[in-house]
């Protein structure tokens, strides 16, 4: 078996090799291709995935590829993350919105478009590329949007992918560390769209429904979000629990204030990080690679929602670096593991709808619980979404299908449709002139002709 990476110069390459350590012993898992347009940065990647690869007890070959045809012949399955423009693309994004009085994230609002409309025709040209040279692979996307990459990809394309994201698993974790239940033995109901989830149920072994308990409990409810990014009163009234990047359509002004009064972004302290992480690695010795990388993970991990829930006053200290439940490695091995099993297994990811979620199209990409096996894939029905959360569901579906659309038409028109319909934006006259400023720093990324 062979498992290709596209984008493997990202900082999370060694989290994968340490979960397909352990995890692929015995399935024939023969090679890890790594493939980036960022060779310098590959090299130095690929130095900790060796050294990830050997503490661990890796026994598939670590190749790194100059050539992406070669890197993805005879692929099992394509692994992809990419970043159109980098780190600094993803600072204007947010810069851009921020500047504007809007939420400045790569994934959600304004920042999340300009990503979008960065990332999807590069995805779709990897993804055409993918099904000439690699027609059985199955690809497991990190890209992010996830949601709208795999709304693009899912209707333009005819390869097989599965988007995957660590959200829903994270949120479950966090569930059942407030419950002092382990979540493995919990199953948990939920429903919506890439960063845009709510958990409806949390039922133990027996089948009894937790979510009340956790609802009649302000204590419970704070140990189920880190910076307790809600309030309790407002989690009780909505009956559900949302996942952490709710936070920014239920309390988008705080976001702002918060990321506004630190005077940065959420890019530029991961900018930093990574910049410190890589002088160290360019003169690190093979015995210190490790650690300095644990280091990095640290800090990046503790440092995570900081700037938006607390501006920055606190962080997140001495988390767990491998989990063995959520995390990036784990989403992609658990999907893994299950492809190469006859048991199913039930686990979020992002795939087409059919006829799981009533509310949406057919061909509308969602996240949902999916049965995974060595059969395949299915998201068994869902029914309709909660009422409570059905208009913003439906809102962010239509902006999702309008970026699509931008970004395969190369249409300014449906870009700035797209935008008054993003919730985080909405404001015609500011849609206008954020879209303006994007074209203006990434129009030829984007494809998009300037506004009329």
Known sequence: MKISLIGAAGVRT???????????????????ALWDIDSERLGMVARVAAAMGKRVGLQARLRVYSDLHRALEDSNYVVTSIRVGGINARIQDETIALAHGLVGQETVGAGGFACAMRNLPVMLEYARLIQRVAPMATVINFTNPVGIISQGVLNHCGIRILGVCDTPLKTYESIAKALDRN???????????NHLGWVRSVCDAQGTDL???ILSSPELVRKCYQH???????IQKLALLPTEYLYFYYFPQAAYENTWRTGTSRGRVVADL???LFERLA???ETELIAIYENYLRARNASYFSIEATAGERQEENQELYSEFSGYERIALLVLQALHSEQPRLIPLTVRNLNALEDLDADDAVELPCLVSSRGVHAPA???APEQVR????????YERLTVRAAVEHSPEAALAALEKNPLVAVPDVAREVLAEYLSAFGPQMQLPALC
């Open 14 to 32: 060694p989290l994968l090799v340490y979960g397909l350590g352990g995890a692929f012993a015995n399935t024939g898992l023969a090679e890890l």
């Open 183 to 193: 979540p493995f033995e919990l199953k948990f109901d939920y429903v919506g769209l």
């Open 211 to 213: 979510l009340p308990q």
């Open 228 to 234: 307790e990014l809600f309030p309790v009163e407002f």
């Open 274 to 276: 990574n910049k410190d």
């Open 283 to 285: 003169t690190a010795s």
């Open 382 to 384: 869902v029914g309709h």
């Open 391 to 398: 208009s913003l569901l439906l809102q962010m579906k239509e």
